[in-house]
Nanobody, 133 residues
Framework: EVQVVESGGGSVQPGGSLTLSCTASDFSFDDSDMGWYRQAGDSCELVSYISSASTPYYVASAKGRFTISLDNAKNTVYLQMNNLKPEDTAVYHC????????????????????????????WGQGTLVTVSS
């Protein structure tokens, strides 16, 4: 069973930077994508993903500020987040999905405080990012 472990969350002032990391116990970039969702309250949205089949995806609010990258040798994906804003405050979940259809869901519903992820091979418990002055 594949597992992922996230790290790198924390508290930062507006305008600051953080880098999130996610390491998978097993991963093949030929067959799977890696990405990040974030949960703030009842909102669960796709922030970014990286795939061998396409250019990286970023949610509109993250474009120009976040950069996703993959170290294939380490089975690790990174999310470099610059110029952080209070609205970036959320729990960030790493996820792995087959690179084949269906596509990543840009938004997923939540219930009982949990994102109802779908069509994913695995997702992590999340790492908290707090942006506040």
């Amino acid at each position: 069973e594949v597992q992922v472990v996230e790290s790198g969350g924390g508290s930062v002032q507006p305008g600051g930077s953080l880098t999130l990391s996610c390491t998978a116990s097993d991963f093949s970039f030929d067959d799977s994508d890696m990405g990040w969702y974030r949960q703030a309250g009842d909102s669960c949205e796709l922030v970014s993903y990286i795939s061998s089949a396409s250019t990286p995806y970023y949610v509109a609010s993250a474009k120009g500020r976040f950069t996703i990258s993959l170290d294939n040798a380490k089975n690790t994906v990174y999310l470099q987040m610059n110029n952080l804003k209070p609205e970036d405050t959320a729990v960030y979940h790493c996820a792995i999905k087959s690179r084949f259809p269906p596509p990543w869901s840009e938004r997923v519903p939540s219930h009982g405080g949990n994102c109802l992820f779908r069509n994913l091979e695995v997702w992590g418990q999340g790492t908290l990012v707090t942006v506040s002055s």
